[in-house]
Nanobody, 115 residues
Framework: QVQLVESGGGLVQAGGSLRLSCTAAGIIVGITDMDWYRQAPGKQRELIASIMSDGSTNYAESVKGRFTISRENGRNILYLQMDSLKPEDTAVYYC?????????WGQGTQVTVSS
């Protein structure tokens, strides 16, 4: 059983911050590659941040320097700290992992950034 549940989305003004959480069951986030994706209306789902089992991270250019992916291993939680938010960050945000050749997704959490 793999379950991913996002939380922390909401409405925020441009320039503000949000922290998204992804609680995980059935995997150990500290030894599992984890990702954050987002999908805006009419757009393809895009990969925005990844953290590897060795702790290394990667970011899409659109969020680099503003977003930080991290994990709290003891509580099995993946985070996405989002700072300096822009209206173009408005999207549904999903956490993701791939295990046993299967993709697992959370239900998504809506982030809306007003101008």
């Amino acid at each position: 059983q793999v379950q991913l549940v996002e939380s922390g989305g909401g409405l925020v003004q441009a320039g503000g911050s949000l922290r998204l959480s992804c609680t995980a069951a059935g995997i150990i986030v500290g030894i599992t590659d984890m990702d954050w994706y987002r999908q805006a209306p009419g757009k393809q789902r895009e990969l925005i941040a990844s953290i590897m089992s060795d702790g290394s991270t990667n970011y899409a250019e659109s969020v680099k320097g503003r977003f930080t992916i991290s994990r709290e291993n003891g509580r099995n939680i993946l985070y996405l700290q989002m700072d300096s938010l822009k209206p173009e960050d408005t999207a549904v945000y999903y956490c993701h992992t791939r295990r046993w050749s299967r993709d697992f997704w959370g239900q998504g959490t809506q982030v809306t950034v007003s101008s």
